[in-house]
């Protein structure tokens, strides 16, 4: 199996999560207009269903961007003729093609993501603003997979 057809299968797995993501995002918005989840008493008193969303909305948060890591960037620049041999090399090349807005950002928004991963909920305010952070990164986070997709359409 080549290279792209490698890449489409990926690309076909990413979107399986982009949808849910964004299935989830909306569910969010929803809540959002009842209730502000991003207080600490509001949390803590929501049903176990209303918390399972959010729960799964960062499991795909962070599933796209580490699929976007570790199985697209590199592969997308080994297509388009672009060497890379460490993980910094391959983030900054994926700025300079305009594929993520800056490198700042990433790295950011994974910090967030790894922070929610280990410390939720022994600081719950600080999780309730990790977590708000990343479902208002939704947008960005789209953006990193929606250009992904076009420069991989580029050399198909």
């Keep these: 199996m080549n290279k792209k057809e490698i890449l489409k299968k990926r690309f076909n797995k990413l979107e399986k999560h982009y949808i849910a993501l964004k299935e989830y995002k909306n569910l969010i918005d929803n809540l959002l207009k009842e209730d502000n989840i991003y207080d600490q ?3 803590n008193t929501l049903k176990p269903e209303k918390r399972a969303i959010l729960d ?3 499991k795909r948060f962070a599933s796209i961007q580490d699929f976007l890591g570790a199985k697209i960037f ?3 620049l080994d297509i388009a003729g672009i060497n890379n041999t460490k993980m910094s090399e391959v983030l900054s090349n994926i700025e300079k093609e305009n594929i993520i807005d800056s490198l700042e950002n990433w790295i950011e928004l994974r910090e967030v993501r790894n922070e929610l991963e280990h410390d939720y909920p022994e600081e719950l ?3 309730l603003n990790d977590l708000k952070y990343c479902i208002d990164s939704f947008e960005q986070l789209e953006s990193y997979y929606l ?3 076009s420069f991989f359409k580029k050399y198909l």
Excluded: D
């Design 41 to 43: 008493f509001t949390f």
């Design 125 to 127: 305010q600080e999780a």
């Design 147 to 149: 250009n992904s997709l």
């Design 56 to 58: 799964a909305y960062l």
């Design 74 to 76: 590199s592969l997308l």
